[in-house]
């Protein structure tokens, strides 16, 4: 399995992670089979959130006797110091492991949401301070605003940032992605398949791995389409062909360059005290 090293996380992790929303769909034994037939494969990346549903339970489950295996990244909506340090907590039970490899602050998609986490009292507060007492080793933010995920990158306080990135939707590539190199970020893509707008795996993966600091972070649902996609990633070259660019192009005039991304539809549960309920995206 080739590998990526995840910025200034220093984290080496496989060349394509594995998203924890789909998981939360097939019954729980089928689930907990998927990511381990996902870490059986060399996948050594897997990114929930507490507001994933039972996601994060099922992941947990799925990691005993694995967990050594695996860097594990999950995310929550903690914007003020006292609910990172719950979402923190909470999430180190439902996933049954002493700590957590990478903590992202879930859904800063507003500037004035980015200045509550970073200023006093914020959810970076309640971040950093878990990560002094060994209840997680980074800190990262996702989230779906360009502007937001531009300032965060260039702040220096964020290891990761992880933002929408697939060939329907892609204005992170002119200058988010540039910046986040620089300044050694790592780079997580979410939704590489447009939020299953994107049906052909070789498109879709063979576009994101062309950018060389960008992790992608497919939703899984059947072990299937993680085999099928990590054959592509271990293909010698992911250059797309005249064809497949050509493909591309059309998909984009037929669908357009927007697709339904936004995790925050009327009835959506963040609270950890309704962890049954699922996205709606």
């Known amino acids: 399995m080739k590998t990526l090293r995840l910025g ?101 998609n507003k500037l004035e949401t980015y200045d509550r986490v970073w200023g006093p009292g914020g959810g970076l507060e309640g971040a950093q301070e878990a990560l002094k007492a060994g209840k997680i080793r980074h800190i990262g933010l996702s989230g779906h605003a360009l502007d937001v995920a531009l300032k965060a990158v260039s702040s220096g306080l964020f290891e990761t940032i992880q933002f929408p990135f697939n060939f329907i939707s892609n204005e992170a590539a002119e200058e988010l992605i540039p910046l986040a190199a620089r300044q050694d970020v790592g780079f997580i893509a979410m939704k590489p398949f447009a939020g299953g707008r994107i049906e052909k795996a070789g498109l879709a993966v063979k576009y994101v791995l062309g950018y060389e600091n960008v992790l992608p972070d497919p939703g899984i649902e059947k072990a299937g389409e993680m085999e099928e996609i990590l054959e592509i990633v271990n293909q010698e070259s992911w250059r797309l062909t005249p064809q497949e660019v050509q493909e591309i192009e059309d998909i984009r005039r037929r669908v357009g360059t927007r697709f339904c991304r936004q995790c925050g539809a009327p009835g959506q549960a963040w609270s950890i005290l309704q962890p049954e309920r699922r996205l709606s995206c």
Do not use: C
């Open 8 to 108: 200034k996380t220093n984290l080496e992790v496989s060349r394509v992670g594995m998203g924890g929303i789909p998981i939360t769909r097939p019954p729980e034994e089928e689930a907990i089979r998927i990511v381990r037939r996902a870490i059986e494969l060399g996948v050594t990346f897997i990114d929930t959130a507490i507001g994933y549903g039972p996601s994060e339970e099922r992941i947990g489950k799925a990691l005993a006797g694995n967990r050594e295996k695996v860097v594990l990244a999950t995310k929550g909506p903690g914007y003020d110091k006292e609910s990172a340090l719950k979402f923190i907590e909470a999430s180190l039970k439902r996933l049954n492991t002493p700590y957590i490899d990478l903590w992202q602050i879930h859904g800063v």
